[in-house]
């Protein structure tokens, strides 16, 4: 099963009086996107001669909760963008008021279906430990924490620190998250679990460089949104703060600082090193 497929079927039904906000929801998730960060589950299970489809219900609500974030992040009181991946935003297709309502629901339901799990395992205490690293990495001390000071600090010079802070939260989180569980449910050694992290680190701070970095160079067709955003919304970004040259650099940096941390793991790393060069070359 792909992973598109395995999302699609995870998703509610469109029924009962409170369909629109499920349309909302269903539409935000299947407005497009890279699903990097369920694949990235998924082989990382494979690596760790683990389950796939005991990863199943996570990679469908990791994908719940990334787009969650995203729609939230669309909103008025946040970014004000009215396009995202060349589709209008579920705010401005439903109204703010569901578009709310619509990441709500999503962030919720991710849970509801990541619980799926327990009835596919007989080791409960990976699935446990799997939900508690999700919502970890989801809540204040991780993506919506990292949103949160981004927010209060719009506007604001922003030193170094707060923001590699916000962008290891923000963006860094989901994927740090995302290699961490695969491992898990795998029944990886701890060391590895860490290891895992660590990779999703780097590869999270080079995918925000390199958004940054988009916001500047791409196009809105080409990117599928607007672009200028950063500028607009008077955000410092690595770009901002050290110039074109210097961003490209730094995801060069840390793309090869995680790819050299691979041949610490057992089995075939190939998928990760080519995504990671994929992500760190991605023009959309």
């Known amino acids: 099963m792909t992973t598109e497929e395995i999302i699609q079927k995870c998703l509610p039904d469109e029924a009962g009086l409170q369909k629109t906000v499920i349309e909302a929801m269903n539409y935000s998730v299947l407005a497009g996107g890279k699903r990097v960060r369920p694949n990235l589950i998924r082989e990382t299970c494979r690596l ?12 469908a609500a990791m994908e719940m909760i990334h787009t969650y974030s995203l729609v939230h992040d669309d909103l008025p009181a946040m970014d004000g963008d009215t396009l995202r991946r060349g589709k209008p935003t579920t705010w401005s297709k439903y ?5 709310v309502l619509a990441g709500d629901g999503l962030l919720t339901f991710a849970f509801e279906t990541a619980a799926q799990a327990f009835a596919m395992t007989d080791d409960p ?27 209060e600090k719009t506007g604001k010079p922003l030193s170094e620190e707060e923001m590699s802070f916000i962008y290891r939260l923000k963006t860094g989180a989901l994927i740090e998250a995302s290699l961490m569980i695969g491992a898990i449910l795998a029944g990886a050694e701890e060391q590895d679990v860490q290891r895992m992290e660590k990779i999703g680190t780097n590869i999270g701070l080079a995918f925000q460089i390199r958004d940054d970095i988009l916001d500047v160079v791409s196009t809105e067709q080409e990117l599928g949104k607007p672009i200028g955003s950063d500028e607009r919304n008077e955000k410092t970004t690595y770009v901002s703060l050290y110039g074109l040259e210097a961003a490209v650099k730094e995801v060069v940096r840390l793309s090869e600082e995680a790819i050299a941390s691979l041949s610490e793991l057992p089995g075939d ?6 995504q990671i060069r994929r992500m760190e070359n991605r023009r959309i």
């Open 269 to 274: 790393t190939a998928y990760f090193r080519d």
């Open 95 to 99: 109204g703010e008021a569901m578009g």
């Open 48 to 59: 760790f001669g683990g389950d796939e489809k005991l990863a199943e219900p996570f990679m």
């Open 125 to 151: 205490a990976r699935v446990g430990r799997a939900i508690h690293v999700l919502a970890h990495k989801a809540g204040i001390y991780g993506m919506a924490g990292g949103q949160a000071v981004d927010v």
